[in-house]
């Protein structure tokens, strides 16, 4: 998982609580427990609230549930992801508002972050058409494109399964039904177009004006380009 607090990918060891049991629940024994550890990168506290299937006594081996059917962390309640300066600020509050509601709702997040990635294609490279679908044909035809970054964009179209739902390719902000791990994947790439869009390209230029600076200071040409 990603600790909600720092962002980096991480192995949680957790600790558990008891398991409550939920009756008659089609005659399965449901429980839910709560489970906490500590980030072992920024050491920050995380809580999960997980729902299942409870052990019986005779399976019990100091975990809770036999089987998770779901799980939520409660503790931050917002998960943090970094947004760099140089991504332009109207950018930033879009995604970090599709970060916030992530928990809440998946798929108010993806609504956001579909709409996100259209208004990049459009606005940064210059690439508009009715549909998103083929907003994302035409960006991965691109010659400049890295080729990690087309396969990502280009896994939208297909994880979100536009063919089912046409509204998520011609009305991109709306919010419908996600697919399991949709809203999380589009967070993922709305990050990788972020950091080809707008922050290699100006860190680079300031790579290249320092040393502009230095070849001046040595009496040299600067670079071309």
Not at 151 to 156: L, R
Not at 181 to 190: C, N, Q, R, T, Y
Not at 199 to 211: D, H, M, N, T
């Amino acid at each position: 998982m990603r600790c909600p607090h720092c962002n980096v990918g991480i192995n949680l060891e957790i600790d558990y609580t008891d398991t409550w049991i939920k009756k008659d629940y089609d005659q399965t024994k449901m429980g839910y427990d709560i489970a906490y550890g500590h980030c072992p990168v920024c050491e920050e506290l995380i809580v999960l609230l997980r729902n299942g299937i409870a052990k019986s006594a005779e399976d019990f081996d100091g975990t809770s549930l036999k089987e998770i059917m779901q799980e939520e962390v409660i503790y931050p309640r917002f998960i943090t992801r970094k947004v760099e300066p140089e991504v332009p600020e109207r950018y930033q509050k879009d995604f970090k508002e599709a970060c916030a509601v992530l928990p809440l709702s998946p798929k108010a997040s993806a609504a956001l972050s579909r709409r996100i990635l259209q208004d990049i294609l459009r606005e940064k490279f210059s690439i508009k058409h009715p549909s998103l679908d083929q907003e994302i044909k035409d960006f991965i035809k691109l010659k400049d494109i890295p080729t990690y970054l087309a396969q990502a964009v280009d896994a939208v179209r297909n994880i979100g399964n536009f063919a089912a739902h046409p509204l998520k390719d011609t009305n991109t902000g709306e919010v419908i039904d996600v697919e399991p791990g949709e809203a999380d994947w589009l967070l993922e790439v709305i990050e990788a177009l972020f950091d080809f869009a707008f922050v290699q390209p100006i860190k680079l230029e300031e790579k290249k004006q320092a040393l502009n600076r230095k070849l001046q200071s040595a009496g040299k040409p600067a670079m071309k380009g």
